[in-house]
């Protein structure tokens, strides 16, 4: 495998259940995202974590928490989530985060909330 | 309130013709610039970046223009090819936060052949 994976690539979860979004990267990176996409939205940056630790949490809804084990993974743990989370999940990986560093994107995860 | 605006949602243009991708910001901290290109399926991946110190960076078919005082950067793609048919994203970031990136919404630009 290379660059940034992400499972499932697909989901669908009522609003009462537990679920986790897998993120890998391949590339060496040290610092890693999470970004959410929802219908006719820009992309939205969620959390960034920078060699395992958390820098940034944007405003995010406690129901979304990540975990970063190390630095080539990353997870998304969800509960009791609404139907307005529906959305594309993406994540992302850089070499760091001090400068402007190209992103590397996964394919994204596509969930559906019911 | 978007601080970046692509305000174009979709553009179709012909195959060796020139594609013209706008987009417009409202945040005077802004100081570098990207471009994204996704197609279905996949994550966005990068195209081409400027640095507010430049005006203009080129790579290949694809240029990029900033123009500071009017807060607008635009990708000019030439010739224009099918395979350039995707959803094109422009990023912005300021120095102090250089990896948090705030995305416009996307042109879908369709190239006919």
């Known amino acids: 495998e290379t660059g940034v994976t992400q499972t499932p690539r697909h989901l669908v979860m009522g609003m009462t259940n537990k679920k986790s979004l897998k993120c890998e990267q391949h590339l060496g990176h040290n610092a890693m995202y999470w970004y959410k996409q929802s219908a006719k939205k820009p992309l939205e940056l969620m959390f960034v974590y920078s060699l395992e630790e958390r820098v940034e949490n944007n405003s995010v809804p406690s129901r979304f928490s990540p975990e970063c084990p190390n630095s080539s993974h990353l997870f998304l743990h969800l509960h009791t989530l609404q139907p307005e989370d529906s959305a594309l999940y993406l994540c992302a990986s850089s070499q760091g985060t001090r400068g402007v560093e190209t992103q590397y994107f996964g394919p994204g995860t596509r969930l559906l909330v019911l | 309130d978007q601080q970046v605006k692509q305000n174009s949602p979709s553009l179709s243009v012909q195959e060796g013709r020139i594609s013209i991708l706008n987009c417009d910001y409202t945040?005077?901290?802004?100081?570098?610039f990207l471009w994204y290109k996704k197609y279905p399926a996949e994550g966005p991946t990068f195209l081409i970046s400027i640095s507010s110190i430049k005006d203009k960076n080129e790579d290949g078919r694809f240029t990029v223009f900033l123009n500071k005082s009017a807060k607008h950067l635009s990708l000019h793609i030439v010739p224009s090819q099918p395979g350039d048919s995707a959803v094109y994203f422009c990023?912005?970031?300021?120095?102090?936060?250089?990896?948090?990136?705030?995305f416009g919404g996307g042109t879908r630009l369709m190239v006919k052949p």
């Open positions: 990023a912005a970031s300021a120095g102090n936060a250089g990896n948090m990136l705030t």
């Open positions: 945040n005077s901290m802004f100081d570098y």
